[in-house]
Each structure stands twice: as C-alpha cells, then as structure tokens.
C-alpha cells in the first residue's frame, strides 16, 4: 500500500516526538539572544553558573515555552513536518540529504 504523499494525518510519533523537536530547534533559533547570554554566562561562571545564571536561564526559559505554548509556531512547525514528509514520500530522498550538493564529478 502506497502512501499519500499529501494525506494530513499524524501518527503518534510524528505528534509527539518529531513536531516537538522541530518546535525546539526553531524556538532556540528565535530565542538565540537568550541562549547566547545563557552560555556566556555560564562560560564565565564555571562551576558557580546555578548561582550566577538565573536570570539569564529565566530569561531563555520564558522565551522558549512562550513559543513551546503558541498554538501558531504549533502549526507553523507542524506544516513544515508536514511538506518534508510530502516532499520524502514523492522522492524518497530525506530532506537533510536532499539539501547537501550533489557531486559534480565521481
């Protein structure tokens, strides 16, 4: 049985595991100010950075889960899941292999 490059149903796995973990690449994206702020503080913390980051981790976690509890950024990754996974059933190529160059020459 062939599948429907364009059908829109999500089994679980795709619901649960593999939208979040686009969800979570994109919002570290979009949130890269507090993870950048995040890290050098911790950097320049060293064992201390508990103590001494809290701001800075409040800061990225407020960011993250504003983006975690969107309903839009939900659907925004959810489309993107949802073309790649099209995209791989008409070519069968997977969509990280598919945007590296091809050789020119073997």
């Known amino acids: 049985m062939a ?3 364009a059908e829109q149903h999500l089994r679980h796995v795709e619901k649960d595991v593999l939208i979040p ?3 979570r690449e994109k919002a570290r994206e979009r949130c890269s100010e507090q993870v950048q702020e995040f890290t050098k503080c911790c950097k320049d913390s060293g064992v201390l950075m508990v103590v001494k980051c ?3 981790n409040s800061a990225l ?4 889960t504003a983006y975690y509890n969107d309903p839009a ?3 925004e990754c959810k ?9 791989f059933r008409k070519t069968g190529i997977p969509s990280k292999r598919r945007l590296q160059k091809l ?4």
Do not use: G, H, V, W
């Not at 050789?103 to 073997?106: A, I, L, V």
């Open 54 to 56: 809290q701001k800075e």
């Open 103 to 106: 050789p020119t020459s073997m």
């Open 61 to 64: 976690k407020e960011c993250l």
């Open 3 to 5: 599948l429907d490059p």
């Open 73 to 75: 950024f939900y659907e």
């Open 21 to 23: 973990k686009i969800m």
């Open 79 to 87: 489309m993107e899941y949802l073309k790649e996974r099209e995209e």
